[in-house]
């Protein structure tokens, strides 16, 4: 399976999400990313294939070498394209994880713009959220924050959150623009319970610069705590809220029912 991320094409031509894999016969919250997928592709006026999560079966048992097992711990991604130029429009690839659960760099760069109903959708005309990731490898950085109108709003494959000096995690609202992730909504439903109170808003330069604290979420990257923006130190010392992140993940992806057999009986 080849990688498809830098292809360009029109933002209406397609719609995808990225899901968490086991490496052999499960993804992880399939049913989350088909309602994105249903979303996103409503606000892109796409139609869907009929029986969507049969299609995507089908394509990943056709496509993926699979091997006996039930491992259920994220070990890859799939990445899922519905792409309606194509006769067959469920297009699958996949690929190893290699950065998660870490301490990482980060740098700004400017987030790309489309008009409203685009703009936060995961559609076809991706090639400049991959430009971000690429110039962020080539400066020697694991991350980039892409920023509108002075505040963050998204990464190019990680959702940021952060903790302010009173104890309050912050997230960027999408209303500014940034992609609806389903790993920061999995974290966020159970911060409450850690004793962490959240909200949504602007992370503006101000507010990061005096964060005590600041994760990356996402599918591959589960829980990154970001240590430099732009050379900048971010935060102290203490890492709680990173910790905490990754033990919701943990016990997330314990939870069997969480997880959905690709292989069609």
Avoid at 146 to 171: Q, T
Avoid at 202 to 214: D, G, K, P, S, Y
Wanted: aromatic share 4%; net charge negative.
């Amino acid at each position: 399976m080849g990688q498809d991320e830098a292809a360009q094409s029109r933002p209406r031509d397609s719609v995808f999400t990225t899901v968490t894999w086991d490496g052999l016969h499960h993804v992880a919250d399939l049913k989350a990313h088909l309602n994105r997928l249903s979303n996103h592709a409503i606000r892109l006026r796409m139609t869907l294939p009929e029986n969507l999560e049969n299609e995507i079966k089908k394509a990943f048992t056709d496509i993926v070498s699979l091997k006996n097992g039930q491992l259920k711990q994220p070990i890859g991604l799939v990445k899922i394209v519905i792409d309606c130029t194509e006769q067959s429009p469920v297009r699958l690839s996949e690929r190893t994880i290699t950065l998660r659960n870490e301490e990482i760099e980060a740098i700004t760069v400017p987030a790309p713009r489309w008009n409203r109903k685009v703009t936060g959708t995961k559609h076809g005309d991706w090639a400049p959220y991959h430009q971000a990731r690429l110039k962020a490898g080539s400066e020697g950085s694991d991350l980039a924050l892409l920023v509108h109108e002075f505040s963050i709003i998204d990464g190019d494959r990680a959702s940021p959150i952060l903790l302010d000096e009173g104890g309050l995690v912050w997230y960027s609202s999408g209303e500014l623009g940034g992609v609806e992730s389903i790993t920061r909504s999995i974290i966020l439903s159970k911060l409450g319970e850690h004793g962490f109170p959240f909200q949504s808003g602007n992370l503006t330069e101000r507010l990061v610069a005096r964060a005590h604290e600041m994760v990356a979420l996402g599918s591959g990257m589960g829980a990154c705590r970001i240590i430099t923006i732009d050379g900048e130190d971010i935060g102290g010392p203490a890492d709680l809220l990173t910790q905490i992140c990754r033990q919701i993940l943990s016990q997330h992806y314990a939870n069997s029912s969480n997880w959905t057999k690709m292989v069609i009986e």
